[in-house]
């Protein structure tokens, strides 16, 4: 339809679709190589904190985001049920429309609001009931906000400010674990809940591997569904043909427009594994082994745009294009393999209900465009500041 991204992440172009770097980690950027990485059972997870986990002792649990192998698979199988579309649409639909409104009452009272901040709190509630957070004391949009601040720093021992990050990340976990956690585990510890935390407490966690775990999908489930709520309004609000095709179609197709939004704009751009095997990719001119321990970096941000898969024209917006076989509609946008995110379907359906009754609000217009902040070791984008504003009726 002839839109492009939004958020730049440099070259367009997969160029060499895999090549090992100077500082030897391997590069990959074409779709079939990268699936073939992330659907791998010879790869581990890196990144994303994991090299600090390493260092916990063998007798704390690690939330589910750093297992791998036979333990994360059948934790993955025994949490499904939560995620399952059926579940999600019987089960969360009526509570997605109820929290939508209630945010949307918000820009109906004040006649202008901040996407950013109503999106995170539509996605903080939903994932909350899917968790089982019910218990929370007012304010848990603050604290998870200061848990995942714009700007973060590194953690460590060896300077001031890694001390200082340290600290401050220590005390943010603790007020989560005394104002969100430990409220939601006591009455669950008297009666299980057809919830996450239940679950957790049926296995044997203890409080502080229930709280990594509720960090974990809050961080999946919250943080992640808001920017791509804001991403894709913007979308929307720039877009007038877009915006006209998104209000008339019906449901699915109306998933479909999402989909291939997430797949130009995938939140996280580069997901890392570690090899612990040699594992033989795909490549133009033939297939390449990654020696076993080697870092591995999927730029999903550039393989989304591989034409070998979504076909021609991979940068623009267009939700009828056509798919190499096994290609996602969204691409590598939710991961693929073990990691894969449990919750895609999830935030795909809160994004249109909210969506779909933002935009049927009269006079809807954004008044501010969005500004964009990077976080460059995963290439996730942060938009903040995106205001909308409605034409209000006279009481």
Not at 255 to 272: F, I, M, Q, S, Y
């Amino acid at each position: 339809m002839g839109a492009t991204r939004k958020v730049g992440r440099g070259s367009a172009e997969v160029g060499c679709p895999v090549e090992r770097g100077a500082d030897g980690v391997w590069r990959v950027r074409g779709h079939a190589a990268g699936r073939v990485v992330l659907r791998s059972t010879d790869t581990v997870q890196a990144g994303l904190g994991v090299e600090t986990v390493e260092h916990l002792p063998p007798s704390i649990r690690r939330p589910v985001l750093y297992r791998d192998g036979v333990e994360h698979r059948e934790y993955r199988r025994q949490t499904a049920r939560f995620f399952t579309p059926r579940r999600v649409d019987e089960h969360y639909r009526d509570l997605m429309v109820e929290i939508a409104e209630r945010q949307l009452d918000v820009l109906r009272r004040d006649g202008h609001a901040d996407l950013s901040t109503l999106s995170f709190r539509l996605a903080i509630d939903v994932a909350a009931a899917i968790i089982g957070l019910t218990e929370s004391r007012p304010g848990i949009d603050e604290r998870l906000q200061r848990f995942f601040p714009e700007k973060f720093g590194r953690p460590g021992f060896t300077s001031l400010d890694g001390i200082r990050w340290f600290l401050r990340q220590n005390v943010q976990f603790l007020g989560i674990y005394l104002k969100d956690v430990r409220p939601a585990i006591r009455p669950r510890r008297r009666a299980r809940r057809d919830d996450l935390i239940s679950h957790l407490l049926d296995e044997g966690c203890r409080d502080g591997e229930i709280l990594g775990e509720v960090i974990t999908f809050a961080a999946a489930g919250m943080v992640t569904t808001r920017e791509f709520i804001n991403v894709a309004a913007w979308h929307l609000f720039t877009d007038q043909e877009l915006l006209q095709r998104y209000r008339e179609s019906p449901e699915p197709d109306r998933t479909a427009l999402l989909h291939e939004l997430l797949r130009l704009e995938p939140v996280v751009g580069n997901l890392k594994r570690r090899t612990t095997a040699p594992l033989t990719v795909p490549t133009d001119d033939g297939e390449v082994t990654i020696p076993s321990g080697d870092l591995v970096d999927v730029a999903v941000s550039t393989a989304n745009l591989d034409p070998a898969a979504v076909g021609e024209d991979p940068a623009e917006v267009c939700p009828a294009r056509g798919l190499a076989p096994g290609v996602a509609p969204m691409a590598l946008s939710f991961g693929d393999g073990p990691h894969r995110c449990p919750g895609a379907h999830v935030a795909i359906q809160e994004s249109d209900i909210f969506l779909t009754r933002l935009f049927a609000l009269p006079g809807l217009r954004m008044t501010r465009p969005p500004r964009i902040t990077m976080k460059e070791d995963i290439s996730s984008y942060e938009l903040r500041d995106l205001t909308v504003s409605i034409d209000r009726v006279p009481a």
